[in-house]
C-alpha cells in the first residue's frame, strides 16, 4: 500500500525535524567544521550550527513535556525562540532567524503554500539582519531554497524543492566568494543549511534525501591566512531591549567592528559582531538594555580547543570545578572558592555547549562538574562525553541541588587523588538535603494538595511538602521537616526580593528550636530562587 504523504505540517513534524536535524548534523560537524574559512576560519561553524539547533530542539521537547498534544503554533514559536536564546557564532544566529521568520508565517498556517511562504519570510528576514550582506553564504543558498520553493502545492514537493534549490546553490558558492575559491570548498554555514533542509524532506516525506557530498578539509595554511585578518574578538550576548535602541546599536557596533548580525524581536535579541575592543561591544549592550550570556571569544586562541591556531597551548591547570549556579551572588561566591560558574537563569537552563565552554574555560586537565539541577542530568552527561574526547578528564558529580553543590565545593581538595576528590564531594552533596521556596504561578495540584496563584510552596529535595501564604512561616515549617532527622549545619542562600528580615528570622528559629545546629546565608542574587535551603 503507497504511504500516504503529509498535506500539512504538525507539531509532530516539528519535532521530528528538530530531532533528525540535530542528529544530522552530529554526524557532519566536523566536516562543517573543517570547510569553515568564512567570515573567519575558526573552525567551528558546524558545531554551532549543532549548539543552535540543539537548543531550538531542547524548547520544542519542552512543549511536548508540558502539554500532550501542543498546539502547532506554540511548537514552531518554541523552536524559534529556543534557537534564538542559544544561537552560536555568524551562522547559528543567522539560523535563529531563519527559523524566526519560519515560525511567524507557520502560525499562520501550515500547508504547503504556507511552508513555501515561510522560507522565503525567512531569507527576507535573515538578510535583513545582516549589517552587510554577502554572496556565497548562507544567505545565497537560503535564498535559492526560498525560491525553489515557490509555487510548490504540498509540504513534501515544497520541501523538496527548496532542498534541491539549496543544494545548487550550495555548489555555486565557491565562484561567489572569492575566500572559498582559494581554499576549494564550498560555504560551511550553506552546507549546514542544506542538512538542515534535508531533514525538513525525512520529517514530511520519511525518506532521507540523498547527502551532500564530502568537502576535503582545509589545509592549514588556507585556514591561518584567513583567520590573520579581522578583529581579534567574537562578542555574543542575548539582549533585552526595545527596537528603538536595537536601531542605535546596529549603527553603533557596526562602526566597531564586522560580521555584524542582529535578531530576534518582541523585547528579546541575540547580538553578534566581530571586534578589536570586546569592552566596548558589551557596554554598547548596556547601554541600549540589559545584556546577559555573554561570551567573548579571542580567535588567536582557538587553537586550545582543537581549531586552527598557530600558538602552543598554555600548560594547563591539575583540576578545576565548574558549576552551574541558579543567581549571581551564587556564582560570585563560588568562583571565588575557586570555581568555573555557569550561570542559569529562570527559564533559560544552559545548554551542553555552554557547559563544554565552561569546562575548556577552566582549562584543567581533570575537572569535577557540578550541574546543581536534576534537569540538567542528561545535558551534563552530554557535555561531560563531549570534553572527555577533547582528553579532559571530566567526573560528574548529579548534584540537584545549588546548596548541594556548595557542600562539594566545600571539602573539594584539588591536591588529593582525583577519584578520592570525587568520592568526598559526592558523599558531601549526598549527605545534604535541599528545599526551596517558590510562589505559584497559577492553580496547580501538587503532592501536598491543590494551590493557588500566589501561594507560597515550599519544597523539599523537589516534591512540594508546604503550601502556606506566608514566606516566613512555610521557611520555618519546611525547616523544622528538614531537621526532624537530624543535621548539624543550615544553609539559607535568599534572593535580592526576598522579605528583608526573613534570614535573621530563620536563624532565629534555628539556634532557639533545634540546638547544636549552626547556621550560614548566602546572597543568591536579583534572579535567584526565593529562598534555597540546604541541611548538612
Given amino acids: 500500500m503507497p504511504q500516504t504523504l503529509p498535506q500539512a505540517l504538525d507539531s509532530a513534524v516539528v519535532r521530528d525535524w528538530c530531532s533528525l536535524a540535530l542528529e544530522a548534523l552530529g554526524r557532519e560537524r566536523e566536516e562543517i567544521d573543517a570547510i569553515n574559512v568564512y567570515p573567519v576560519a575558526d573552525g567551528d561553524t558546524g558545531t554551532n550550527l549543532y549548539l543552535t ?30 534557537a534564538l536564546i542559544g544561537a552560536r557564532g555568524n551562522s547559528g544566529t543567522i539560523l535563529s532567524q531563519l527559523l524566526r521568520g519560519m515560525s511567524e508565517v507557520l502560525a499562520e498556517g501550515r500547508d504547503g503554500d504556507h511552508l513555501a511562504r515561510a522560507l522565503r519570510r525567512a531569507s527576507v528576514s535573515a538578510r535583513e539582519a545582516v549589517a552587510h550582506p554577502v554572496e556565497g553564504t548562507i544567505l545565497s543558498v537560503a535564498a535559492a531554497a526560498a525560491s525553489a520553493a515557490a509555487g510548490g502545492q504540498d509540504v513534501v514537493t515544497v520541501a523538496r524543492a527548496a532542498y534541491a534549490g539549496a543544494r545548487a546553490a550550495l555548489e555555486v558558492t565557491p565562484a561567489q566568494l572569492a575566500v572559498l575559491e582559494r581554499a576549494g570548498v564550498v560555504d560551511a554555514g550553506g552546507r549546514g543549511l542544506v542538512t538542515m533542509l534535508g531533514a525538513l524532506v525525512e520529517a ?11 568537502t576535503p578539509r582545509v589545509v592549514a595554511p588556507a585556514v591561518e591566512s584567513c583567520a590573520d585578518a579581522g578583529p581579534a574578538f567574537e562578542v555574543i550576548y542575548l539582549l533585552e531591549a526595545d527596537d528603538t535602541a536595537v536601531a542605535r546599536l546596529r549603527e553603533r557596533l557596526d562602526s566597531l567592528g564586522d560580521s555584524l548580525v542582529v535578531v530576534g524581536g518582541d523585547g528579546l535579541w541575540n547580538v553578534h559582531v566581530h571586534v578589536d575592543d570586546a569592552g566596548a561591544a558589551v557596554e554598547a549592550g548596556v547601554e541600549a538594555g540589559r545584556p546577559y550570556r555573554i561570551r567573548i571569544t579571542h580567535f588567536g586562541t ?16 591539575g583540576r578545576a570545578v565548574v558549576a552551574v549556579l541558579p543567581g549571581e551572588g551564587l556564582a560570585h561566591l563560588c568562583a571565588e572558592a575557586g570555581a568555573t560558574t555557569v550561570l542559569a537563569r529562570p527559564g533559560e537552563p544552559p545548554a551542553s555547549g555552554e557547559l563544554v565552554e565552561a569546562i575548556r574555560r577552566a582549562h584543567a586537565r581533570e575537572v569535577v562538574l557540578l550541574p546543581n539541577d536534576a534537569a540538567l542530568r542528561h545535558t551534563a552527561a552530554a557535555a561531560a562525553e563531549q570534553a572527555r574526547a577533547e582528553g579532559i578528564r571530566v567526573a560528574l558529580v548529579p548534584t540537584r541541588a545549588a546548596v548541594q553543590g556548595i557542600a562539594a565545593l566545600a571539602v573539594h581538595e584539588p591536591d588529593r587523588r582525583f577519584d578520592e576528590d570525587v568520592v568526598a564531594m559526592t558523599a558531601a552533596a549526598g549527605a545534604t538535603r535541599y528545599g526551596e521556596l517558590a510562589v505559584a504561578e497559577h492553580q496547580s495540584f501538587t503532592s501536598a494538595g491543590v494551590c493557588q496563584a500566589g501561594d507560597v510552596l515550599g519544597l523539599i529535595d523537589g516534591d512540594v511538602a508546604v503550601i502556606g501564604h506566608d514566606v516566613a512561616t512555610v521557611a520555618e515549617t519546611v525547616l523544622d521537616r528538614m531537621l526532624s532527622g537530624g543535621g548539624e549545619l543550615v544553609t539559607l542562600v535568599l534572593a535580592d526580593d526576598a522579605p528583608e528580615a526573613l534570614a535573621d528570622r530563620l536563624e532565629t528559629h534555628v539556634r532557639e528550636t533545634h540546638l547544636a545546629v549552626d547556621t550560614v546565608v548566602y546572597q543568591g542574587g536579583p534572579q535567584a530562587p526565593l529562598l534555597l535551603i540546604g541541611v548538612e
Fill in 302 to 317: 582557538l587553537g586550545t580547543a582543537g581549531t586552527s591556531g598557530t600558538e602552543a597551548p598554555e600548560e594547563r591547570a
Fill in 204 to 214: 514530511v516525506s520519511g525518506e532521507a534525501p540523498a547527502r551532500a557530498p564530502r
Fill in 53 to 82: 539547533v540543539e537548543s531550538a530542539s531542547q524548547a520544542v521537547e519542552a512543549v511536548f513535556a508540558a502539554i500532550t498534544a501542543p498546539d502547532f503554533a506554540d511548537t514552531v514559536r518554541a523552536m524559534a525562540h529556543g
